[in-house]
Each structure stands twice: as structure tokens, then as C-alpha cells.
């Protein structure tokens, strides 16, 4: 990781550098790539995507009072990020504001639970028809599932990666549900997955 923070200094002078992802919660392989957050003073580009022997920079470039003005959403991957550098608090003040959000937004109230059931089953009831229109409706919900199995669960979304890291780890047989629906993408196997996904207590 140093070759990228020490790239990230020289190139940057930031203010604060917050990494996440892989390479920071140790998941990282061949085809990772180094993700990051860095704020600096002044503006310049918004990306950096160079390679640094062979690894991939994904990293993201912000003001400090771009940071202040950003709608918070466009900071969620911060949540368990790791503060590298930060020279006058500006990375742990976003940070927090960042955890704020989230725990204000993990419980749904339960109307709203209910109405995402009642779509899920609607969905399921016109995947039984099996034409075109009712098997796009199966494989569209197989993508956006994982939120409302998340949602369903009171935990927040935070993507499709860490989403499916927590059933692996967590759920076993939620886990073997939505992976046998990915392989074999039938209108019955995601049933099997959908009726999993409601079945909340």
C-alpha cells in the first residue's frame, strides 16, 4: 500500500487520504485495483486511474469545500474506509457524517416493508406467465434483490460486493439461494430466492 500512498502525496499534496475497499479490508487480488479517496485545496481532475506497477489507481479527488457541498450518498464507501492522512479533520468530520447517514437510514418503517413484499410477489405472480415481459420482471429483480433483502432486514445496502460477502458469511442458505439463482437464472430459482427474500420475522 505505500507505494500508492507515497504516489498519492507527491503527485497530490493532499489535505487527507481515506482508503476502502479491497486493498484495505485485505480481500485484494490480481485484479484489484487501489481504491481511494483523497481531499486537497485546490480543484484539478476528479479521477485518478493510473497504474502503479501494474495495480490500478481508483481513486477519487475532491476539494475540501466540494467535500462540503457533495451530497453526502456520494461518500457511503467511506463508511468503513481507513483514514491515511488527515491534516485538519476534514476526512474524519465526512466520516462521521457519512456514519450519521447510514444509521438514520438502515430501519425502514414497516409500511414501506410491506409495500416492497407486496411488489416482490406481484413480480413473482407475473413471472408466471413466462413471456418475455414476465421473465425480464425475474431477472430484474435478481439484480435489485440484494437491496431489498437488505432493506427487508434493516441493514443498509451498500452495494452488490459487500451485500454478498455478508450472505456468504452470514446467511448460508440465503447465500445458496441467490448464488443457485445467479447460475442458473430460471424463472424458478429466483422464485426460490424471492420467497427467501420476504420471508422476514
Request: net charge negative.
Amino acid at each position: 500500500m505505500e507505494k500508492f500512498i507515497d504516489y498519492l502525496k507527491t503527485e497530490y499534496n493532499p489535505l487527507a487520504i481515506v482508503t476502502y475497499g479491497s486493498f484495505t479490508n485485505g480481500s485484494n487480488d490480481e485484479t484489484s485495483d487501489f481504491d481511494c479517496l483523497i481531499i486537497i485545496d485546490k480543484k484539478c481532475q476528479k479521477h485518478d486511474a493510473t497504474r502503479i506497477d501494474g495495480t490500478p489507481l481508483d481513486c477519487f479527488i475532491y476539494t475540501k469545500e466540494e467535500v462540503a457541498h457533495e451530497a453526502i450518498e456520494t461518500f457511503l464507501t467511506l463508511f468503513d474506509g481507513n483514514i491515511i492522512l488527515d491534516t485538519d479533520g476534514v476526512a474524519a468530520a465526512l466520516k462521521q457524517r457519512v456514519k450519521a447517514y447510514v444509521f438514520e437510514h438502515t430501519v425502514t418503517p414497516n409500511d414501506e416493508k410491506q409495500w416492497i413484499i407486496d411488489w416482490i410477489r406481484k413480480t413473482m405472480h407475473r413471472a408466471e406467465k413466462n413471456d418475455d415481459e414476465g421473465n425480464y420482471r425475474a431477472v430484474a429483480f435478481l439484480e435489485e434483490s440484494l437491496n431489498d433483502y437488505c432493506i427487508l432486514r434493516d441493514r443498509f445496502y451498500f452495494g452488490s460486493k459487500k451485500a454478498l460477502a455478508f450472505l456468504k458469511e452470514n446467511d448460508a442458505c440465503g447465500y445458496r439461494l441467490y448464488h443457485q439463482a445467479l447460475l442458473e437464472r430460471t424463472n424458478a430459482a429466483i422464485r426460490k430466492w424471492a420467497d427467501y427474500v420476504i420471508q422476514i420475522h
